[in-house]
């Protein structure tokens, strides 16, 4: 917006005054992000968890069209055993003569598998689990509460063992049985912020238009906790990983001829002395990608973080 401005200059010699007239802009330009852009800025500043997202890439990208690639199979036995690492075989070959490369790319598969399923399922259950008993409240929420805390007092991987072993520990049971006792944390979670918003003006005015508690949860309290959703869900990934792991060391985890890092793990123990990056292998690819995880999930924790700096350009 410009304004004129009149301005008097006396001159030497006794001139008399003139008028100049001069013209001065200026122009504030903010350009404006709508929130999910503010929050992948925000996540892309964060260079531990965008490096972080960049190893997890490549680790999948290499777990499922590397194996695509690799002329051996995970599951067919080579004539050659318990060779070293060579040109042929990488990363050797165990007791049996798998081709360990294949094999640990086909358990990097099915722990990632294991894990997606897991965090999805606890998602899927815990989020409007949660965002319900915190908008009903009352001895409702009190109800669905302490049924949580039953559940959360369970020793996860003792229930989880016996479930597998009685159902006789398919990649499918696992997934089952892990996500659908791992959902209490996530209702938790998801309750504690809709305990705040449930009094917010935007809920009051959904409330006093009509909409039912169903719309008011899906609509309304559900969107506005997506950042404490997804970074839960982060950790529900790492927490499968290792679960699962823990699962196929013990044998009731994914059962061969099938594999999983977890399962490489177990099999290797016997040979730990002899040929020990059969057993150390895998266990460095769990820590890569539960540690890559769980830094997403501190990225993913900032980003979602309203009280960051607004960004301007």
């Known amino acids: ?112 598998k294991i894990a997606a399923v897991v965090a999805l399922l606890s998602s899927s259950i815990g989020a409007p689990y949660g965002a319900i008993s915190g908008l009903i409240g009352g001895k409702v929420d009190a109800i669905m509460m302490r049924f949580c805390d039953m559940l959360l007092v369970l020793p996860l991987l003792v229930v989880a063992a016996a479930l597998s072993f009685s159902e006789g520990g398919s990649i499918t049971v696992v997934m089952l049985v892990l996500g659908l006792l791992g959902w209490p944390v996530n209702a938790r979670q998801v309750r504690s912020v809709v ?36 970074v839960q869900a982060t950790l529900d990934v790492a927490g499968a990983i290792l679960g699962e792991a823990a699962l196929s060391f013990l044998g009731l985890g994914v059962q061969p001829p099938d594999t999983s890092l977890g399962n490489l793990i177990g099999s290797a123990r016997s040979s730990i002395d002899t040929l020990p990056w059969l057993f150390y292998l895998p266990g460095v690819v769990i820590i890569i990608i539960a540690l890559t995880i769980n830094f997403i999930g501190d990225g993913l924790r900032d980003a979602f973080d309203p009280r960051q700096t607004r960004q301007r350009r």
Do not use: C
């Not at 531990?48 to 995970?74: C, D, E, K, R, T």
């Not at 009509?210 to 949860?217: K, S």
């Open 195 to 230: 305990l705040g918003l449930r009094e917010m003006e935007f809920v009051e005015a959904a409330k006093a238009m009509g909409a039912g508690p169903v719309r008011i949860v899906f609509r309304h309290l559900l969107p506005n906790a997506t950042g404490t959703i997804v």
């Open 1 to 112: 917006m410009s304004n004129p401005i009149t301005t008097r200059t006396t001159a030497p010699g006794g001139v008399p005054p003139q008028r100049t007239t001069g013209r001065v802009e200026r122009e504030f330009t903010v350009k404006e992000r709508r929130q999910w852009q503010l929050i992948v800025r925000r996540f892309y500043r964060h260079r531990l968890a965008m490096a972080s997202l960049i190893v997890l890439l490549l680790l999948i990208i290499v777990a499922y069209f590397g194996a695509q690639l690799w002329h051996y199979n995970p599951q067919v036995p080579t004539p050659e055993f318990r060779t070293p690492p060579s040109l042929q075989h990488p990363l050797g070959t165990d007791d049996v003569g798998h081709d360990y490369l294949a094999r640990v790319l086909r358990g990097a598969q099915q722990s990632l």
